[in-house]
């Protein structure tokens, strides 16, 4: 309780958390296994939380909509149409009448309120309710000032994942990616990022220089990403609350394919020199730099496990391109793609649960690119989406989610696609131009 | 090549007519002044020391295998063009651009377009130009030639681009 107002007060969402009344523990009949293949979504119901003046009445409502959405989206719920019900909540203290919501085969009911507090800021409310067995399970209270409203919702919707899945919640999340504008020989690329539901959608980089593979940091609202500013391609951070800049080091040569080590001290990436490509790790705070592969084959793609104790990364060092573990410190690169047949693997990265690897697929034999995940001694290999041109997965941050982008051919669409790690409930990110290179923000501190 | 070769004997035929025509009036018309003197025919096309020149008869462009670096026979006679060229005119730098076609994921395809790029710059050093003058840049699949998802087009982006400063 304590950790999770300080952790608020923090985020600059500020104030009082406080837990409704008693919660029991949650009932073992709502509950949601989705480790395991498809689900059929959990019929939930969530009306409008009622607000007592017109402005809170719209807030309630857009409230009630944005969670909706957020769970629907998931794949594992089935928000229950609003005229169908019965009952109407007044407030958050009104008992619900369970007969009426089992009637609409509601399991799971969310009752909140929207109000305006003494000292000028609102308060959302909410209670997850055991529609069968009549118990609350969850209920919280956020204040906050009236335009942090959705993100709030995104907090609410988390709490109803995280209840009735028992996995933590990944909605109050950003999305970074490349916006995509112009004709595909001479492509304008800009930084881009929104809330992973679309919203808050905003620009980050003007377009003058083309800007590739960002990836956002495990810790802190910091980006690092490859831009050709003054047509030198190099690795550069970006701080999204300031806006400032700044270029990783001097190198000879190219420097690409950054990613944050999971404290978020360290940045892994490729520096190119004389036409072979190794793979290097910095420290941000002492800019010292490690040498972690030393081969005349093309090292890239690093991505470190969630311990920070091994990176994966893609070489062609055993003739075409595959992926590799080795220890954090480079010793003991360990081959672990074979695949069925001729597949060129790549883009691997590894899940913030370190169980799986996501990578991106070529066979050359078929002609299509796939996204798939593998453990990390290579077992388990599995499929979950294939295209023309797929690539580029990135993973939401409790690793139930992958998000990738696909092109279309002849220089068609590219566009953002979120998939189930069951392979199942794919669906698009709409986003205002074309999109590519996605890369999935942890949970909001 | 070809075709501008054509076009320098196109314009030799055309300038071989205007040197005759001339002598065939005057023999008509026997008054009329004497008509101005013919200037020799001018080889046409852009001068030697030019962009243009390079871009278009030593040719500023090399062709690569799939996911491959090295530097065919055809690739190797362009660079030692290119080589020639660039010691005949010291003053000029060139940057080797890198390309890749689609059918490569964007990170591979950056140190690919890297090996390409240096793979003409180590070529061209061979060849004995100041490494001083050759800088590389690799753009992997974000500059295309051409965006058909064909053969023939995918063959067209693999290529090494040498543009002269």
Not at chain 1, 20 to 28: Q, S
Not at chain 1, 30 to 39: A, N, Q
Not at chain 1, 340 to 346: F, I, P, S
Request: glycine fraction near 8%; include cysteine.
């Amino acid at each position: 309780m304590l950790k999770a107002l300080t952790k608020i007060l923090r985020a600059g969402v500020l104030a009082v958390l406080a837990v409704l009344l008693t919660v029991p523990p949650a009932n073992a009949q709502v509950r949601l296994d989705i480790t395991r293949g498809r689900v059929e979504p959990m019929p939930i119901a969530i009306p409008v939380f009622p607000g007592n003046t017109d402005e809170l009445k719209q807030m309630g409502k857009d409230v009630a909509e944005v969670i909706a959405k957020d769970l629907e989206r998931s794949g594992l719920f089935r928000p229950l149409d609003q005229k169908a019900f019965l009952q109407e909540l007044t407030s958050l203290d009104v008992q619900p009448r369970f007969a009426d919501w089992r009637t609409l085969a509601a399991q799971a009911l969310v009752q909140g309120s929207v109000d305006m507090q003494a000292n000028g800021q609102i308060r959302i409310a909410f209670r997850l309710w055991d529609v069968f067995g009549g118990q609350q399970m969850e209920g919280k209270g956020f204040g906050t000032d009236a335009a942090n409203w959705r993100r709030v919702a995104h907090m609410i919707a988390d709490l109803i994942y995280s209840t009735i899945t028992g996995e933590s919640g990944y909605f109050d999340t950003r999305v970074v990616y490349i916006a995509e504008s112009g004709p595909a020989i001479n492509r304008v690329k800009r930084l881009a990022i929104m809330d992973q539901d679309g919203a808050n959608h905003r620009y980050l980089t003007d377009g003058s220089a083309l800007v590739l593979t960002p990836r956002f940091s495990p810790t802190g609202p910091e980006i690092t990403y490859l831009s050709y500013f003054r047509n030198i391609p190099r690795v550069y951070m970006f701080n999204i609350d300031t806006g400032r800049q700044e270029v990783l080091g001097d190198f000879p040569g190219m420097t690409y394919a950054p990613r944050f080590s999971p404290d978020g001290n360290g940045v892994a990436f490729s520096a190119a020199l004389n036409g072979n490509s190794d793979i290097y790790s910095m420290d941000l705070r002492t800019r010292r730099m490690v040498r972690l592969t030393d081969n005349p084959a093309i090292d890239t793609s690093p991505s470190f496990s969630p311990t920070g104790d091994q990176v994966t990364f893609a070489s062609d060092r055993g003739g075409t391109q595959q992926i590799y573990v080795m220890n954090a410190d480079g010793t003991n690169p360990q081959r672990i793609s074979f695949g069925t047949g001729k597949g060129r693997y790549a883009t691997p990265v590894w899940s913030p649960r370190g169980d799986l690897i996501a990578f991106t697929r070529y066979a050359s034999s078929d002609g299509f690119f796939y996204i798939g995940v593998m453990k990390p001694d290579g077992s388990g290999e599995r499929t979950l989406a294939q295209g023309f041109l797929v690539e580029a997965p990135t993973w939401s941050p409790n690793g139930r989610v992958l998000m990738y982008f696909a092109q279309a051919p002849n220089g068609g669409r590219t566009r953002l696609f979120s998939i189930d790690l069951t392979g199942y409930n794919q669906r698009e990110m709409i986003t205002p131009q074309d999109a590519s290179d996605p890369a999935w923000s942890p949970l909001s501190p | 090549m070809k075709l501008r070769f054509l076009s320098l004997i196109a314009a030799a035929i055309l300038l071989s007519a205007c040197a005759k025509k001339p002598v065939e009036t005057v023999a008509a018309v026997a008054a009329a002044p004497p008509p101005p003197p013919v200037a020799a025919p001018k080889p046409t096309g852009p001068a030697p020391d030019s962009l243009e020149y390079f871009n278009t008869v030593v040719g500023n462009l090399v062709s690569f295998g799939y996911d491959k670096y090295d530097l065919d026979a055809a690739a190797q006679s362009k660079l030692k063009g290119q080589a020639a060229w660039l010691k005949q005119y010291p003053a000029r730098t060139l940057t080797v651009e890198g390309h890749c076609d689609e059918r490569g994921t964007r990170e591979y395809n950056l140190g690919l377009g890297d090996r390409r790029s240096n793979a003409v710059r180590q070529f061209l050093v061979a060849e004995g130009v100041a490494a001083a003058r050759l800088k590389t840049i690799s753009y992997g699949k974000e500059r295309p030639a051409c965006v058909t998802s064909d053969e023939t087009c995918w063959a067209r982006n693999r290529r090494g681009a040498s543009t002269v400063q």
